[in-house]
């Protein structure tokens, strides 16, 4: 069973930068992409917004307009690990930040989710 694990979530004040991360087991048909979705604490009925996704092979990064020249995406190979850089957050940015990995085939897998505060 493939597992995903996201780590780095906390409360910080408006501004502030933190970093997630996002750890997956080895994948059998191997990755073809990763990315990052959010949700608002304590409001599951809200679909997961998305963040960035970065594709494995080329490395081409995508954003929501909403984290556009805040947020960046990296990836390293040798781990399949994924960090998320997030720069300048504001309270808009507080949610449950889950991971999703796609293999070649197609399957999805997601993380538990990691919660960030964004609070003075």
């Known amino acids: 069973q493939v597992q995903v694990v996201e780590s780095g979530g906390g409360l910080v004040q408006p501004g502030s930068s933190l970093r997630l991360s996002c750890a997956a087991s080895?994948?059998?048909?191997?990755?073809?992409?990763m990315g990052w979705y959010r949700q608002p604490p304590g409001n599951p009925g809200k679909d997961r917004e998305f963040v960035a996704h970065i594709d494995w092979v080329g490395g081409t990064t995508y954003y929501a307009d909403s984290v556009k020249g805040r947020f960046t995406i990296a990836k390293v190979n040798t781990k399949n690990t994924v960090y998320l850089q997030m720069n300048t957050l504001n309270p808009e940015d507080t949610a449950v930040y889950y991971c999703?990995?796609?293999?070649?085939?197609?399957?999805?897998?997601w993380g538990k989710g990691t919660l960030v505060t964004v609070s003075s």
């Open positions: 080895e994948i059998i048909l191997g990755l073809n992409s």
């Open positions: 999703k990995v796609r293999d070649f085939d197609g399957v999805e897998y």
